[in-house]
């Protein structure tokens, strides 16, 4: 009935969970029907706010592009970045040398 | 007498094989790639191996020379404008 | 530059690897027993009735090797045609 | 590729017809001396390769057609692996014809001899059929990467369904 | 004689065969390597596949009263490895046709716009 | 016996024919193509699913090809086999049944997908080359056998990669990827000479009952490891995978995770099975765990801030095949000491093949999905996109449970194996489970951004055509979503009937190497 997956230390169920996520569920539509009764689609209650400026036409200058996203998180790690994408080059011989490279690595743990 | 010759081949194999990686000039790498495989097909027959030697005399010495050649005269000349890409 | 460096003595150390294992392997010519080559030898003409042991092991006690081996070679054939394949050819 | 003088032409002819016929006797007594279906099949293809290269890729394509060596190299792995399928009365790729008879199907006394061409099962069919197979693949590499050497379309957008 | 200097060759193919893998730049050179690399290990599997004083192992050919045969094994395999050698520097050097094409150079340097 | 006997025979026979008479359905037009297409491919996965259940009710299958008998491995006086033979133990069915299934939603994807594009009949028969090649490694018991059959995989993939020659980047990935592969497989061959050499024999479950440790096996290790594990892309060897992942159609890419699977399947076919006595020293598991924490961490540091949605994804691939070296590489750690085996190996085990079904099954999903948005609107940059998930809902539903599943979200299976593995790879060493579940959050964070990017914001005005993809492309990515969630559903029949008799039969060496030797005990004969 209760379909339980032992792991040594704890126990996975997913119809806890499912239940759990009903619940919660149904607490969010509760939360949600003790909202304001007054409001309307369409009427300018659903406007977008930008700024006071108007909305432009197309979405294109709405969105936010993904690159954006994340930006705090890059700039923190910039240094470590940095090193990393330095070290993806592209050029295939590197990835012929870093294969090898890992090999002598081994093979050196292994024989030595 | 024919220790001599074996040594001899094995001597030429390297030299070739050494030559292929050394030239700049892709034509003649491609040659000494074929002289590395003729020597070593006849290696080949040394070692009592005559399918083998065949099959690398006709496909290495021959047939990848040819693919070879036909590849370096695709690549010879600026022929292809680069606006064409995407 | 350094990782040239690095990548050079990496090929050393590669082929260090390959020569300690090439000495370890049998002296030139003196082959270890073989019961696998001896019993090709062996049943080669009474089993697959041919008098090349090469090509009875190539078509008859490995064959299914020499089936991949053509199919390896047809997938070349047809990824090189897929690659210079005509505009609009089915 | 422009085409050779004359001179040239004719002893790459000559020496071509030689390739050709050892190839073929490679490949079918690939069960008694060295060789087989791949050694052969790499003769003859070189073979086409002299031809290609005697007269140049313009008149090689329009004596030969692709679509006549996709069939060669289809047909030959098919038959290869329907020899494979016809001895699952026992497991796939048993020797099936080997010592029962007709063709193919002699027995060979043991130790040194001359041999026999009829004999061997189906390692002689195989062979026959892989020498068509690598006929047919190493001559369509060879017209296929001679006709990307000079492409008759200009370089562009070769595909037309990457973007609506 | 030879002792194990077959051996030795195999080795000196292979590391030559990796540093032109390595530090060559132009892309057919890299082929060329990566068949040099291929050759060795042709080689290689033959080299192990020898017995001194053997004959060939053709019963046709085999001559009379001889018992002692080269290990037919090695050579089926290399059979194989030949013709797989083939098929990839065939692909590889079409593949590195087309970059001409596009790129217009057969420079690793200039063929990385996939990076990062 | 029953005709069920060839089952490992017609799995392989069945592709490889699809592909030789592919060509020749270029003669009947695109309608006989698409059905040659669908139908091979359902053959193939009923057969890997028969097989599958037949390994399951009678223990490991054996194959002998050419033999006077199908189970007749080893010929009157002899002590080993010299025929190739096939072996199907319970590891290798699972994988068998779950690359079918991954190539089966490949294929139904690519008939729409790739419909629009020319020399469709070229692409048909490298596909089930490719399927051939990965279903042989998987259930090959010969060693030169899983080089052909690695190299099958890889020419047809490199084939695959640079199917849009049109693109120069789908070259310039095949060949970065065919340069190292190449390589690597040459480093297989060589290592199964060596092996080869000392002692006269190339049957995996021979060598598994008479090796020894010494030069010529250490150097045979090393080369088969490395090998291995730059295919299946471990970090740093891992750079061309972004590449080809990324450039190849998205139908394709879905088998080609397969392929890596496949690989991955090798390296611990050769660690557990062949070399599995060996493993008293820490050193092999301890660098498999360590290329794998790299590839964890790493390969999802790379994914974050990546902007096309290939190569995002496709830096994940890196990251969760880390989670299975991670995995494996704690069981292998284990497997010479049975007390830390019964208390943390074999449930690092479990996790990491637990984890390849979902991994598979998600990724493939995934990488439909971000091919559906390429079909629908013809951009690969995350930057173009956006509001999409009113045009194309089933998509983004799709995608929502694959990227759920992949971040781990409950109720999700992604969370089922990242569980097990958390767990006991927290008994090594606590930091490996610290790197696994910073992994995880960076996991979800990257999706967050897709979805966000892609499927959520204001409707451009650009996309006002893009319509949902055709049906056939849904039925295709369905499959895989219906995979995941039944997976999800049913955690606990998914652990007992496909994870734990893969997980035991991999770490049963002696029922591997005795299942050959035993079944020509009972003599030849059908």
Known sequence: MWDQILTGFGYWDVYAWISFFLIAGGMVFLIRSLGRKDYKQGSDQDEIFFGSNPVPEDGEDLKVPASSAYWGYTQALKPFYDVLVGFHTGIATDYAGWYILVTALVALLILL | MIEVLHLSILVTIVVSGFLTIWFRNLLSSVISLAVLSLFISLEFFFMQAPDVAIAEAGIGAGLSTAIYIIALRACGRKQFRKEGER | MKARILFLVSILVVGGLLWSGLQAVHPFGEPNAAPMDDYFIANAQSEAAANNVVTSIVFDYRGFDTLGEGAVLFTAVISVAALFRKRGQH | ?164 | MTGNFPYLVVGILFVMGFIGIVFEKNLMKIAIAVSVVEAATNLFIITLGYRSGGSIPVWTMAGSGSSRMVLPTPQALTLTAIVIGLATTALMLSFAMSIYRHYGSLDVRDVRRLRG | MSWQVHLPALLLAVPLLGAFLAPLTALGGKGLRNTWFVLVSAAFTVIAFLLWTRVGSTGTAIYVMGGQGWNLALPSGMSIPVRILMEVDAFSAFMVLLSAVAALAGALFSIAFMDRFSGLEKFVALYFLMVTGMFGMEITGDFFNFFVFLEISSVASFGLVAFWRDRGEALEAAFKYMLVSTLGALMVLVAVAFLYSKYNVVNMATLGKVIEWGMVEKTALVLFLTALAMKCGAVPMHMWMPDAYAEAPAGVTCALIAVSQASLYGLFRVTYTIFGAFMGSPVIPWVIIVLGVLSMFIGVSMAVIQKEVGRLIAYHSVSQVGYMLLGFGVGLLALSDARAMAEYGFTALKGGIYHIVNYTMYKGLLFLSAGALYYATGCRNLNDMGGLGRKMPKTMVLFMIAAAAIAGLPPFNGFVSKLYLYESTFAVHPILAVFAMVTSVLTLASFVKIFQTAFLGPALKKFENVREVPGTMLIGMSVLGVAILALSLFPTWSVNHLVEPAAKALVDQASYVGAVFAASLTGGGL
């Not at chain 4, 079918?28 to 390769?49: D, E, K, N, S």
């Not at chain 4, 004999?119 to 002689?124: F, N, P």
């Not at chain 4, 008759?152 to 990457?162: I, L």
Request: aromatic share 12%.
């Open chain 4, 1 to 164: 590729m422009n085409p050779l003088s004359v001179v040239a032409r004719t002893v790459c002819n000559l020496f071509a017809w030689f390739l050709a016929v050892f190839g073929i006797y490679v490949i079918v007594h690939g069960h008694l001396t060295p060789g087989g279906g791949f050694q052969g099949g790499a003769v003859v293809a070189t073979f086409m390769a002299f031809l290609l290269v005697a007269h140049g890729g313009r008149k090689m394509q329009s004596w030969v057609r692709k679509e006549l060596f996709t069939l060669m190299e289809c047909i030959g792995l098919t038959v290869f692996i329907s020899a494979g399928l016809l001895g699952m009365s026992n497991t796939f790729f048993f020797n099936f014809l080997a010592k029962a008879g007709g063709l193919f199907g002699s027995t060979v006394p043991l130790g040194p001899n001359p041999g026999a061409l009829n004999t061997s099962g189906t390692i002689a069919l195989m062979n026959l059929s892989v020498g068509l197979e690598v006929v047919g693949g190493l001559s369509m590499i060879l017209l296929y990467m001679f006709s990307g050497v000079h492409p008759e379309e200009p370089f562009g957008r070769e595909e037309t369904g990457h973007d609506r």
